[in-house]
């Protein structure tokens, strides 16, 4: 690699936002066919780099070199007339517009002064039949899932002839068959000697994809490496500066009653799910994506309404038709995809963290304990490490792993009874993750039951006390954390019984 010329050179690149300096002398290499890693933990300035890059944000300092020129990058269009493409971190699609309206955004087909639409489906149409994307393009986006539009966001940026395409998580909404095409594609991008910036919390993906890695801390610049010469060990303590002794905690906890019982749950593919919780568990629900995990929270908390079976909290029959009833039951609800739910983008950390549980601070005379609040607020930006200038600082402002630990101290503060939590560390870094679980544990500890989905084989194993795994909507399997391991589970997950 080294005897080529970088195709990429950002050297001592700095940036300050009111309050922060998001970025300090900070310098990324990328040559041709390679995919350069980016990471480092929440709020380490990876995105604000990449947005510098292309031409989202101006650089305070620092020179930027394509194929060993400088140039120079004052907005979007010069990136892209450079050959930079990106997928964001946050979905930039218009819901309003079509598939290939999006797809042609700013870059439209005309003929004389008007669009040419005709071919602009025709070659959108070709676009998805390549990715095996099968939807009309001229489909409303808002009608697609997370994932789907996820996967027109990618086709939208490799569409462009990018010599160089940022991806910046672009795995966090997907299923594993997209993950998987997306690999594909990533090495199609390669062999055409396209680099490729990858952005990414999971390790697996990371030393499966990538061929050298960068390391950003508190917007320095800690490293590069080639992947072959680093352990995951090692990644982990350049990204947080230390250790991790212990990266999946478990505690024993005394169980208690039963407090969450749930029989016969049924709706549309979801079928006959039965199960029970005690106080001071903590239940993995395991299962490939589209199992039916999340319908099965969903039901629970009253989001769907379901066709068949009954709900039992505390031994006694509940009614839940809303999320509201699963409140008042005491069940809350973490939502996997958090960036399309629960984040008022507009309002500060403090009044997000504070919004569903407005109740729990009132005095007897209904005025709001402010003081209360705040300390409260402050309590969890320590607890779960959240980056930000202040309390008072307004959501949209902090990295995308950051608004996430907003909303999850948000549930922890309303302290319910049963916690359903669905992807607790999606887009979470390692040492942050770590928090989370001695949260969990913490609950564990005050005789709470937890219910955690999750997709990462490892913190299902390292922190859940028993597992179901369900399979087509279906519970195939029930383990105790004794007999626990990677295949029972994968066996369970794609059907098999015993
Ligand atoms: N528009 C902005 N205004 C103020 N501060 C900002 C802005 N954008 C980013 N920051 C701050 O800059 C720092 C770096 O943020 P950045 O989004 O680059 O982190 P990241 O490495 O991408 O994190 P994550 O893994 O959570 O996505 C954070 O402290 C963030 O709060
Ligand atoms: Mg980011």
Known sequence: MQDKTPILEMVNISKSFPGVKALDKVSLRAFPGEVMGLLGENGAGKSTLMKILSGVYKKDEGIIKIDGKEVEINGIKDAKRLGISIIHQELSLLPNLTIYENLFLGNEIVKGFKLNKKDMIQKSQEFLKKFNFNKSPKTLTRDLTVGEMQMVEIIKAISKNAKIVIMDEPTTALTEVETERLFTIINQLKQQNIAIIYISHRMEEIFRICDRITVLRDGTFVGEEDIKNVTKDKLISMMVGRKLEEQFPYVEVEKGKTILEVRNLSWKK??????????????????????????????????????????????KKVNINSPKDAIKNGIAYLSEDRKKEGLVLKLSVLENMMIANLKAYENKFKRLNKKKQLSDCKDYIKKLSIKTS????????????NQQKVIIARWLLNSPKVLIIDEPTRGIDVGAKKEIYDILNQLKKQGKGIIMISSEMEEILGISDRIIVMHEGRITGEISRKEANQELIMKYAVGLTD
Do not use: C, H, W
Request: hydrophobic share 35%.
């Open 270 to 315: 979801i079928k006959d799910v039965s199960f029970n919780l005690k106080e001071g568990e903590i239940l993995g629900i395991a299962g490939l994506m589209g199992s039916g995990r999340t319908e099965v929270a969903k039901l629970i908390f009253g989001e769907y309404k379901k066709e068949k079976g009954e709900i039992l909290v505390e031994g």
């Open 390 to 401: 202040s309390p008072y600082q307004i959501i949209k402002n902090l990295s995308g792993g």
